[in-house]
């Protein structure tokens, strides 16, 4: 995003040795002032609204955290031990034919959609191409069996809702990635996302491992809680008690279950629950709502702007809420 | 951002997801299965960390990776550490089950559960009761004197005794009511108790959003327990 770190950093070694106001200086002061006023902190959060928030939101963080670091990790281990030839050997050479095998092995991922952008963006770093890659981050976070399951119990007298969110998400993800074949431009994606990793000469391939997973994580952290914050506020703020009375109207549910799919942000192994919960409406809208969330949503927004850059995510999330919408009513139209 | 400093940011983070999981905070946030996972990451972002930390004394200088266009974003990681250490956010109450449409009807597609157990007073989840009023058309519960356990909360000039239930963490908590009639304790709202007392038969309707009655013989304030959430 900024570059102030190589600026700051090159400063440092041109200039004369002085004293100088770093980030761990910075760190410093905040820790301090933090631990002064802690009280004083304490107090302005004594606020029903304010203490839900807050909950909620170190809630969000702490969920997401070991899915974050699980993807960190085999990110790096894909860094250190996976060559760029291995993982095009593994895959059709056609683009447009590897979008659909991209989308079944994310299958294999099981985790909620914080494991999949770091490992989406270091597939492209290692040369697997972008429209693959998008296919595999949109799919892996919703059709992998933990949350097919978590969906099987949530709706245990509905099974169609299994099948009906297996093949809406798999339809959306393979859309996206055919639609980036097609339309995708390379420019769109941030210089650094596609960087590839120096050859470390005499570096082993644990500190390459080691080394890619801290540098994602740091990476992907801030934008995570980034994400976690507007979530909190949003699921503490906006009254969801109305939704209960558009119950008739199908194409107004089908829009705001859309919408609060976005904006709770919710782990894609507990969407389900609260869909769900949704007991007034119909089966399609809170279709919806399950084939949108692991796809498009305030926290998955936030880590692929910083995965992937800003010009890219604020193309690439509203395509995917359209698409998604428009997948999960036609595949609830078929099969519900 | 400098590479020391994001390293002293990441041990801060595993530290704080290794406090709660130590301290059993994690109870307020997320649902129990996810401590094993709580530990690992913490674990590993310490471990991260410190393997950079050390490479870096080792060479006795910052790797410069060639790659530290780390954004301002990464500061964010220091609010949930804050937020952890010094604020520790309390488990969610009344203000959920205020602001939360009804939930008791979700009950009403689980399995039925299996026979109640002997005895003069039998404790029940909240889960178990709602989903046996909701569901179980038989009236197992009809005439059995039962022990419930949960926070109190009045809306309208009634009062309930609530209690969440999470999937996954708080963020999708879920509100469990029974409506309190009878010997209706006059506690503060969000007062943690146990109520000892009869289902009214047939009271959960789809009228009242599966909300049952209950008629009160005893009431005992208790201290909030380890696990506020159901799950």
């Known amino acids: 995003m900024t570059i102030t770190g190589e600026i700051r950093s090159s400063k440092r070694r041109s200039g004369p040795p002085r004293l100088k106001i770093t980030s761990l200086e910075v760190l410093c002061g905040i820790l301090v002032l933090a631990l002064l006023f802690q009280s004083r ?55 447009a034919l590897a979008v659909p095998v991209a989308g079944v092995a994310g299958v294999a991922l099981p985790g909620c959609e914080c494991a999949s952008v770091p490992v989406a963006r270091r597939l492209m770093q290692q040369g697997v191409a972008p429209a693959v890659a998008l296919t595999f981050l949109l799919a892996a976070p919703a059709v992998n069996p933990i949350v097919l399951v978590a969906t099987a119990v949530a709706f245990n007298d509905t099974p169609m809702m299994v099948v009906a969110r297996f093949v809406g998400s798999l339809l959306t993800a393979m859309v996206m990635g055919w639609l980036w074949v097609r339309f995708g431009k390379m420019e769109w994606i941030a ?42 506020t949003f699921k503490t703020f906006i009254p969801v008690a109305w939704m209960q009375t558009i119950s008739g109207q199908i194409v107004l549910g089908v829009l705001v279950m859309a919408f609060l799919a976005v904006i709770l942000a919710l782990c894609s192994e507990a969407d389900a629950f609260v869909a769900v919960a949704f007991s007034a409406l119909p089966l399609l809208p809170r279709l919806v709502f399950l084939v949108v969330g692991p796809a498009v949503d305030v926290k998955l927004i936030a880590l692929q702007a910083g995965a992937f850059g800003k010009s890219f995510a604020f193309r690439f999330a509203p395509a995917t809420f359209v698409v998604a919408i428009l997948c999960a009513v036609a595949t609830g139209v078929v099969l519900l | ?61 910052a790797v410069d990776d060639g790659h530290s266009h780390s954004s301002r974003s990464t500061w964010l990681m220091l609010l949930p550490v804050l937020a952890v250490f010094l604020i520790s956010p309390p488990a969610l109450g009344g203000e959920v089950v205020s602001s939360s449409v009804d939930t008791n009807q979700t009950q009403r597609s689980r399995n039925l559960l299996g026979d109640l157990p002997s005895g003069e007073v039998i404790p029940l989840s909240m889960t178990e009761f709602v989903t046996r009023t909701a569901w179980d058309e038989s009236g ?7 022990k419930l356990t949960g926070f109190l909360a009045r809306a309208e000039g009634d009062t309930f005794v609530a209690r969440l239930a999470i999937a996954c963490c708080a963020a999708d908590a879920r509100p469990l009511k029974v409506k309190l009639v009878g010997d209706v304790p006059a506690l503060p709202n969000e007062q ?40």
Not at chain 1, 69 to 76: E, H, K, P, Q, R
Request: include cysteine; aromatic fraction near 8%.
């Open chain 2, 192 to 231: 943690w108790v146990e109520v000892t007392g009869k289902v009214v038969p047939k009271s959960a309707s789809e009228k009242n959003s599966w909300v049952p009655s209950f008629t009160v013989e005893s009431t005992t304030p208790v201290a909030q327990p380890v696990e506020p959430y159901e799950s």
């Open chain 1, 191 to 232: 210089e650094r996302a596609l960087a590839r990793l120096h050859d470390h000469d005499g570096t082993s391939r644990w500190a390459v491992f080691a080394e890619s997973a801290r540098h994602d994580l740091v990476d992907a952290g801030g934008f995570l809680v980034l994400g976690g914050l507007f979530a909190a």
């Open chain 2, 140 to 146: 197992t519960l009809d005439n059995r004197r039962v």
């Open chain 2, 1 to 61: 951002m400098r590479r020391e400093t994001q390293n002293i940011l990441l041990v801060l983070l595993g530290g704080a997801l290794l406090k709660i999981s130590f301290s059993g905070l994690y109870l307020r946030y997320v649902q129990k299965g996810l401590l094993p996972l709580l530990i690992a990451a913490g674990a590993i972002m310490i471990g991260l960390a410190l393997f950079a930390i050390i490479r870096d004394i080792r060479r006795g200088k």
């Open chain 1, 41 to 95: 902190l304490v107090d302005l959060l004594d606020v029903p609204k304010l203490r839900t928030a807050s909950t909620v939101f170190v809630a969000i963080c702490v969920q997401a955290m070991p899915f974050l670091v699980l993807g960190v990790l085999i990110s790096g281990a894909i860094a250190a031990f996976v060559p760029a030839s291995a993982l095009r050997k593994l895959l059709p050479s056609k683009t």
